[in-house]
């Protein structure tokens, strides 16, 4: 079932940008009054994501990774700078964002709605990912019920859902066990394979050779690795 590990055959390549982050600034402010200071975390950072193209984001603790993701996908302002996306985003956050009295099964009624997708078109996406990911006979488990590896199925499955152009993962295999670790990667490799993107950040990155380029977080800078 999974390739070996070894880069990857190169998707053909055009001159589009799938997304392209600009000069993208964060700062929080930390601290009790009158005492409060501002912490820059992201200090102009520039990232861009072809067709086609795996790239790993990688940075200390606190380096902004899961900052940056927020802002590439919509869910925080920047203080400044610009992002821009083609086509239809998908999103894994590294905390999952489920209803715990919903079931597998009614999450991705509910997803697929909120994309916008036919019933049929949803249910042969969530067929497939129930089997591509292997969980199933949890279809008609609550969310509350699942085990912490099951919850991360489900959580990627959702970004899956769509069949984005660009997908955007944080930390989406921690919990998996090395089977659906292993499962993962096949998706990816498919996703690569038709021309579609995809962003993972990690605190390390393992497998260095299943991604086209490593980018890492520094200083609130993004600098090749």
């Given at each position: 079932?999974?390739e070996?590990?070894?880069?990857?055959?190169e998707?053909p390549?055009?001159?589009?940008t799938?997304?392209?982050?600009?000069g993208?600034?964060?700062?929080?402010r930390?601290?009790?009054?009158?005492a409060?200071?501002t912490v820059?975390?992201?200090?102009g950072?520039?990232?861009?994501l072809?067709p086609?193209?795996?790239?790993?984001?990688?940075?200390?603790?606190?380096?902004?990774?899961?900052?940056?993701?927020?802002?590439?996908?919509?869910?925080l302002?920047a203080d400044?700078g610009?992002?821009?996306?083609?086509?239809?985003?998908?999103?894994?956050?590294q905390?999952?964002?489920v209803?715990?009295?919903?079931?597998?099964?009614e999450?991705?009624?509910?997803?697929g709605?909120a994309?916008?997708?036919t019933?049929e078109?949803?249910?042969?996406?969530?067929?497939?990912?129930?089997?591509?990911?292997?969980?199933?006979?949890?279809?008609?488990?609550?969310?509350d019920?699942?085990s912490?590896?099951t919850?991360?199925?489900?959580?990627?499955?959702l970004?899956?859902?769509a069949?984005?152009?660009v997908?955007?993962?944080d930390?989406?295999?921690?919990?998996f066990?090395?089977?659906t670790?292993l499962r993962?990667?096949d998706l990816?490799?498919?996703r690569?394979?038709?021309?579609?993107?995809?962003?993972?950040?990690?605190?390390?990155?393992?497998?260095r050779?299943?991604?086209d380029?490593?980018?890492?977080l520094r200083?609130g800078?993004?600098?090749?690795?």
């Amino acid at each position: 079932m999974t390739e070996p590990a070894s880069r990857p055959a190169e998707a053909p390549r055009t001159h589009r940008t799938a997304l392209a982050a600009t000069g993208i600034e964060k700062a929080y402010r930390r601290g009790p009054w009158p005492a409060r200071r501002t912490v820059a975390v992201l200090r102009g950072v520039d990232l861009d994501l072809a067709p086609g193209e795996v790239v790993g984001l990688v940075g200390e603790n606190g380096s902004g990774k899961s900052t940056l993701m927020k802002i590439l996908v919509g869910a925080l302002a920047a203080d400044a700078g610009t992002v821009t996306r083609a086509g239809r985003l998908g999103y894994c956050p590294q905390e999952p964002v489920v209803y715990e009295r919903l079931t597998c099964d009614e999450h991705f009624e509910l997803f697929g709605r909120a994309y916008a997708m036919t019933s049929e078109a949803e249910r042969r996406s969530r067929r497939r990912i129930y089997t591509d990911l292997g969980f199933e006979r949890y279809a008609g488990t609550r969310a509350d019920q699942l085990s912490g590896g099951t919850l991360a199925k489900l959580n990627l499955g959702l970004a899956l859902l769509a069949d984005p152009e660009v997908l955007l993962l944080d930390e989406p295999y921690a919990g998996f066990d090395f089977d659906t670790y292993l499962r993962f990667w096949d998706l990816v490799g498919e996703r690569r394979r038709t021309g579609r993107s995809v962003l993972i950040i990690s605190h390390f990155v393992s497998d260095r050779e299943r991604f086209d380029r490593i980018v890492e977080l520094r200083d609130g800078r993004a600098v090749p690795r």
